[in-house]
């Protein structure tokens, strides 16, 4: 287990920017797999971005591909989420999680961070 949390987030006008950043507690942050996770209220937690070990690899979600980038940055235990071209529909809480592997299945990531609100406004 690692713990992790989340900054970042806040009120930004469509088609604005935002860097969120998660910092892990631990320096075996460089042996897991960082994911960004959405999730709205009452509705299921959906995959965002997922890097591998050494940012050797990186995966995301059809909706936010070419306006997000995900990367690590191993010597602060840090993950940020650059998030370009927000949409209203980007509006929800953030949270990034630890897990092993090449996945973007939530239950594959055993360490979750308390999430951080992203508001789009139009």
């Known amino acids: 287990q690692v713990q992790l949390v989340e900054s970042g987030g806040g009120l930004v006008q469509a088609g604005g920017s935002l860097r969120l950043s998660c910092v892990a507690s631990?320096?075996?942050?460089?042996?897991?797999?960082m994911g960004w996770f959405r999730q709205a209220r009452g509705k299921e937690r959906e995959f965002v971005a997922v890097?591998?070990?050494?940012?050797?690899?990186?995966y995301y979600a059809d909706s936010v591909k070419g306006r997000f980038t995900i990367s690590r940055d191993d010597a602060k235990n840090t993950v940020y989420l650059q998030m370009n071209s927000l949409k209203p529909g980007d509006t929800t809480a953030y949270y990034c999680?630890?897990?092993?592997?090449?996945?973007?299945?939530?239950?594959?990531?055993?360490?979750w961070g308390q999430g951080t609100q992203v508001t789009v406004s139009s």
């Open positions: 999680a630890a897990g092993r592997g090449m996945t973007s299945a939530a239950a594959d990531f055993g360490s």
């Open positions: 890097i591998g070990t050494r940012g050797d690899w990186a």
């Open positions: 631990r320096d075996t942050f460089r042996w897991y797999s």
